[in-house]
């Protein structure tokens, strides 16, 4: 599963765009699958204010500092094939949270239902309960917690053939490469050296690691000087490397392209929501 963690900053956040994003009956759905998670607030999830005043009120007790995160938004998500039921999200969700609150933030967690892929959205404050502790963590305990999530999900749903971040479960080039590499570019590989496909690979894998959004992603490959963005009907389509121009569904596997970039949209969707909360009509 795709797990992804975006920071954002300032004194004056708008939590409660937040809550109603993760709370929207139009995403979570109205049926027994709809689940909430809280933790370190003392009330139920469907009160929205005493929430909102709680993130608000914890803030509060963290130091100004300049540059200081004020929220983490987590999304967890499963691709449409995973085999991922609901009750299963709620528990890798908890497992999640195990260990990745451990600095015990405010948090708050809702499934959405409303895409082909079922996916997670955590709110976690920036500073622990009831203290100005951070509640941050360094890139090197984030990967190691997504690796940790992975083993929990192999060993409690084996079923699930949803792994991304684990060395010994990532995608051998030597056992699919018919599909994305020639019989040269193979060799190459088997040798030892990297090809242009790889390259442009590890620059996707490593832009959407970074971005906030579609646009952002694209900026982010943009911001290679030996890489260019190149276009068909005006929507990117691929890459141009060395003279050469390679597809982004030449360069991914189509269903985990999608996936990705049906991600950046949400986190897009909700960054809008966040700059422009009366113009979207989110309940106060």
């Not at 500073?127 to 917690?145: D, H, L, W």
């Not at 079923?159 to 995608?171: A, C, F, N, T």
């Amino acid at each position: 599963m795709i797990i992804k963690a975006i920071s954002h900053k300032g004194a004056n956040l708008n939590y409660r765009s937040f809550i109603e994003y993760l709370f929207n009956q139009n995403k979570q759905g109205h049926s027994k699958d709809q689940w909430r998670i809280v933790q370190n607030i003392d009330c139920v999830s469907s009160d929205k204010d005493r929430l909102e005043e709680a993130f608000v009120n914890n803030a509060k007790l963290k130091p100004r500092r300049k540059g200081s995160v004020a929220l983490f938004h987590i999304l967890i998500s499963a691709s449409p094939d995973s085999g991922a039921t609901p009750e299963i999200m709620y528990d890798l969700t908890n497992y999640y949270l195990q260990i990745g609150n451990k600095n015990n933030g405010l948090v708050v967690a809702a499934l959405h239902t409303d895409k082909q892929h079922l996916h997670v959205h955590i709110m976690q404050s920036g500073n622990a309960f009831g203290s100005g502790k951070s509640t941050s963590i360094s890139r090197k305990e984030f990967y190691q917690i997504r690796e940790d999530f992975e083993r929990y999900q192999i060993e409690k749903y084996p079923h699930i053939k949803d792994i991304i971040y684990l060395p010994e479960y990532k995608l051998d080039i030597s056992q699919n490469h018919s599909r994305f590499t020639s019989d040269a570019e193979y060799n190459i590989k088997k040798r030892g050296h990297n090809t242009d496909k790889s390259y442009l690979q590890s620059l996707i894998e490593n832009a959407f690691e970074n971005a906030k959004d579609r646009t952002h992603f694209y900026s982010l490959l943009q911001s290679n000087s030996d890489v260019q963005i190149y276009e068909r009907r005006g929507k990117p389509t691929g890459l141009k490397f060395n003279n050469r121009k390679y597809r982004f569904k030449r360069l991914m596997d189509e269903h985990s392209l999608n996936h990705k970039f049906a991600i950046l949209d949400r986190l897009e969707e909700l960054s809008r929501l966040q700059n422009n909360p009366e113009r979207d009509g989110l309940e106060r």
